[in-house]
């Protein structure tokens, strides 16, 4: 459960990282780039709702559906699952989590129906916790995007004038992503993996040795643990902001090759749409088992 509510995260927050990175090829809108590093930490109220389909070789092996609410410390995150299976069906999977000021989380699964867990965790009023590394890397980022104009192509960024805002529309290929955007996207992939998993790709193959992609449970846990480079293939999304600037909406499909630590070579896509809205009126309620018809299990959930 873990290495997939870390993968689709992590995930969401490359993309939205990639959108807001190339976007900064236009030197006018540089407060893109504001508007993502708002939203990610300093954004204590706000509702995001979406869904996302992912692929591996052109495969589906995940649908994901997401519901966040942020209202200060407290929050409600909800996020459904589908995943196929080999004999043709559909295994769905999942969770609600709610959290309070103090750190108090219920969790309730789905594997465990009509049940819950209480752990507890770091009170954040943020979509992303802060931290020092996190922040010496999102400075990090608005060094390298900075840097960027002079190597975006012609045309592969345009932004529209809509009511109430705009939208910024990119289309890029391989050929046309600057080097220095796919280090960076591979230093924020490391980062998060070894935040959310504790783990590290080195240090894997000291202690444990090469395990083969199919030897392990899921597809998630495959590329979560076996990959040892990310590579930008395509990506075609669009994002639009809100009359004051704020992401209002992110869309779009991208592929990147997953370079296996044999070197194999599996093209990783998703497909996903995610809308930000309810800024400053959002509302999560104090959690109450009779609102779910849940009763709590004796044992205790730890969750970051």
Same mark, same amino acid.
């Given at each position: 459960?873990?290495?997939?509510?870390?993968?689709?995260?992590?995930?969401?927050?490359?993309?939205?990282?990639?959108? $807001?990175?190339?976007?900064?090829?236009?030197?006018?809108?540089?407060?893109?780039?504001?508007?993502?590093?708002?939203? %990610?930490?300093?954004?204590?109220?706000?509702?995001?709702?979406?869904?996302?389909?992912?692929?591996?070789?052109?495969?589906?092996?995940?649908?994901?559906?997401?519901?966040?609410?942020?209202?200060?410390?407290?929050?409600?995150?909800?996020?459904?699952? %589908?995943?196929?299976?080999?004999?043709?069906?559909?295994?769905?999977?999942?969770? $609600?989590?709610?959290?309070?000021?103090?750190?108090?989380?219920?969790?309730?699964?789905?594997?465990?129906?009509?049940?819950?867990?209480?752990?507890?965790?770091?009170?954040?009023?943020?979509?992303?916790?802060?931290?020092?590394?996190?922040?010496?890397?999102?400075?990090?980022?608005?060094?390298?995007?900075?840097?960027?104009?002079?190597?975006?192509?012609?045309?592969?960024?345009?932004?529209?004038?809509?009511?109430?805002?705009?939208?910024?529309?990119?289309?890029?290929?391989?050929?046309?992503?600057?080097?220095?955007?796919?280090?960076?996207?591979?230093?924020?992939?490391?980062?998060?993996?070894?935040?959310?998993?504790?783990?590290?790709?080195?240090?894997?193959?000291?202690?444990?040795?090469?395990?083969?992609?199919?030897?392990?449970?899921?597809?998630?846990?495959?590329?979560?643990?076996?990959?040892?480079?990310?590579?930008?293939?395509?990506?075609?999304?669009?994002?639009?902001?809100?009359?004051?600037?704020?992401?209002?909406?992110?869309?779009?499909?991208?592929?990147?090759?997953?370079?296996?630590?044999?070197?194999?070579?599996?093209?990783?896509?998703?497909?996903?749409?995610?809308?930000?809205?309810?800024?400053?009126?959002?509302?999560?309620?104090?959690?109450?088992?009779?609102?779910?018809?849940?009763?709590?299990?004796?044992?205790?959930?730890?969750?970051?």
């Amino acid at each position: 459960m873990r290495h997939n509510k870390c993968f689709i995260l992590g995930i969401v927050i490359l993309a939205l990282t990639l959108v $807001i990175g190339t976007a900064l090829a236009e030197s006018t809108l540089v407060s893109l780039w504001d508007s993502g590093m708002d939203f %990610l930490f300093h954004t204590d109220n706000v509702t995001v709702t979406g869904d996302a389909v992912f692929t591996l070789d052109g495969q589906r092996f995940k649908t994901a559906q997401l519901n966040y609410v942020q209202d200060g410390f407290s929050s409600y995150y909800g996020l459904k699952l %589908l995943t196929p299976g080999k004999d043709g069906d559909e295994r769905e999977s999942g969770w $609600i989590i709610l959290a309070d000021a103090n750190g108090k989380i219920a969790v309730m699964e789905v594997y465990e129906p009509g049940t819950y867990k209480q752990g507890y965790g770091t009170a954040q009023n943020t979509l992303l916790r802060r931290s020092v590394q996190l922040d010496a890397l999102a400075e990090l980022g608005g060094l390298i995007v900075g840097q960027v104009d002079a190597m975006m192509p012609e045309g592969a960024v345009t932004v529209a004038e809509r009511e109430g805002g705009k939208s910024v529309h990119i289309r890029l290929n391989a050929d046309q992503i600057p080097k220095v955007a796919v280090s960076a996207l591979n230093v924020a992939a490391g980062y998060l993996s070894d935040r959310w998993f504790s783990y590290s790709h080195d240090r894997d193959l000291k202690n444990n040795g090469e395990m083969d992609f199919d030897t392990y449970v899921t597809v998630t846990e495959a590329l979560t643990d076996g990959t040892v480079t990310w590579t930008l293939r395509d990506a075609d999304v669009e994002a639009s902001l809100d009359a004051q600037g704020r992401l209002s909406a992110v869309s779009g499909t991208v592929n990147a090759a997953s370079t296996f630590w044999d070197g194999s070579v599996r093209v990783v896509g998703v497909q996903f749409h995610l809308t930000m809205q309810d800024y400053g009126t959002s509302r999560v309620k104090p959690f109450d088992p009779a609102d779910y018809q849940v009763t709590l299990q004796k044992n205790i959930m730890w969750v970051e």
